[in-house]
């Protein structure tokens, strides 16, 4: 009998102000929560990241806003390395 390993990889999850955001695997999530609290200490400030299809996103972080960071395990893909001029998913999946 043969057994197969499933690769796995773990993902974090970012969700603002009610809003989920899978990280891409390149994302320092150290570094991102100490942009994070940098934008908290200014009147708002924008923060950019990248997610999972490997697009760029900007969210508007204010001392009001709400954050939380969770991690799982899942199954390995080899297409979420986090480069900007390799998308995939939704309108750019061809």
């Known amino acids: 009998m043969v057994q197969t390993q499933t690769k796995t990889m773990v993902r ?5 102000d009610g809003e989920p955001a ?11 929560k100490a942009r994070i609290e940098q934008a908290v200490a200014t009147p708002g400030a924008f923060v950019d990241f990248v997610v999972v299809g490997n697009r760029r996103v900007s969210v508007l972080i204010t001392p009001r806003s709400r954050v939380t960071f969770s991690v799982a395990t899942v199954q390995f893909d ?5 480069d900007e001029a390799a998308p995939f998913g939704g309108f750019f999946d061809f």
């Open 12 to 16: 974090t999850e970012v969700v603002i």
């Open 22 to 32: 899978l990280l891409a695997q390149d994302q320092d999530v150290a570094e991102l």
């Open 78 to 82: 080899e297409r979420d390395t986090g």
